[in-house]
């Protein structure tokens, strides 16, 4: 996952004539040397592209989702003072940001999720800590919709079916705005409505003992995949592929990397997911995580109540969830 602001990956010959343009090519991406420091989240005001976020303009550069104080959703566009003002419409289709500032009552996940696809061992280090094989074409998991969680909101560790085990994953998540099949590489980045923070917090012994050989087991209990705590859309972000990224347990950076490390970049994976395989508008992807992962320290840092984890991506901003027993 991972990149720091350096060049981007080189593209190599397509090894195969099935459609997937360059899935599977060798390349070994910019590393920037050392850790990353992560900057603050940016503060500028929207920059000028289209889709500003102003009244009467189609949603721009940070969207959030909320519940106003009768209970109900919606989403509104961030403005550089802090407030917000109220989408009307279809985030995924015709919609326009009115002059009605939103009454947030509670911060929501940035999306409802129609499907959550996650790629595994997409970072070059991630997969060197875990003494796994570079994979040749990404490793596909999904999450059960159930997971999701909201900024600020609990995850709870399982005691139901029971995991001693549990880990964090910062990884950066695209949000596919428009439905798209076999796409190319070369346009891939145009059918994303844009990007948030989520972390793919992960039972590693449902993951890798009692999953049946499956991953999904382990990465779907309730809550296990916080969103938000906004959606930046991708003209505010034009290489996704050059953002640091990071995880802060306790005040402590346990990740600290940038998504240039990522073994297949953003456009790879959206080309290898849409082929032969329709993308609804409303897929989002978790793209891996960089190195730093609980389970590769020594001893392993399992997550335990009480904990409180953040996942930073430069220019999206920070996604903190407490950590609590479930039922408790």
């Known amino acids: 996952m991972g990149e720091g602001g350096a060049q981007s990956p080189k593209d190599a010959p397509s090894r195969n004539r099935t459609g997937v343009g360059d899935l599977g090519y060798n390349w070994t991406p910019a590393r920037p040397a050392g850790s990353v420091r992560l900057p603050p989240p940016t503060s500028k005001p929207p920059c000028s592209l289209r889709g500003r976020g102003k009244p009467g303009e189609n949603a721009g550069v940070k969207i959030i989702r909320y519940l106003d104080r009768a209970g109900q959703a919606h989403h509104a566009s961030e403005q550089p003072d802090g407030s917000a003002l109220v989408i009307a419409g279809d985030l995924f289709g015709a919609h326009q940001v009115t002059a009605r500032r939103a009454e947030v009552a509670k911060l929501l996940a940035p999306v409802a999720p129609v499907q959550m696809i996650c790629i595994g061992l997409n970072y070059r280090r991630h997969a060197e800590e875990t ?109 996704p592929n050059a953002l640091t990224i990071a995880t802060i347990l306790n005040g402590e950076r346990v990740q600290d990397w940038s998504t240039n ?50 996942v930073a991506i430069e220019q999206i901003g920070e996604l903190t969830n407490p950590v609590v027993l479930e039922g408790a």
């Open 261 to 310: 490390d990522m073994i297949f970049d953003v456009s790879t994976l959206i080309e290898f997911l849409s082929g032969s395989t329709t993308l609804p508008a409303g897929t989002v992807i978790f793209t891996g995580t960089p190195h730093g992962v609980g389970m590769a320290r020594t001893p392993p840092r399992w997550l335990r109540p009480g904990d409180s984890m953040t």
């Open 131 to 239: 003494k796994a094989k570079i994979p040749e074409f990404p490793v596909v998991f999904f999450k059960n919709l159930g997971a999701l969680q909201n900024p600020g909101d609990p995850v709870q560790l399982p005691t139901h079916l029971a995991s001693h085990e549990v880990d964090y994953e910062c990884e950066l998540v695209v949000v596919i705005g428009k439905t798209c099949k076999n796409v190319p590489r070369a346009r891939a980045l145009d059918f994303v409505l844009g990007y948030t923070c989520g972390n793919d917090v992960s039972a590693r012994d449902w993951q890798k003992q009692f999953g049946g050989g499956q991953w999904c087991r382990g990465k779907s209990f309730d809550t296990f995949a916080p969103l938000g705590p906004r959606l930046v859309t991708r003209d505010e972000i034009p290489n």
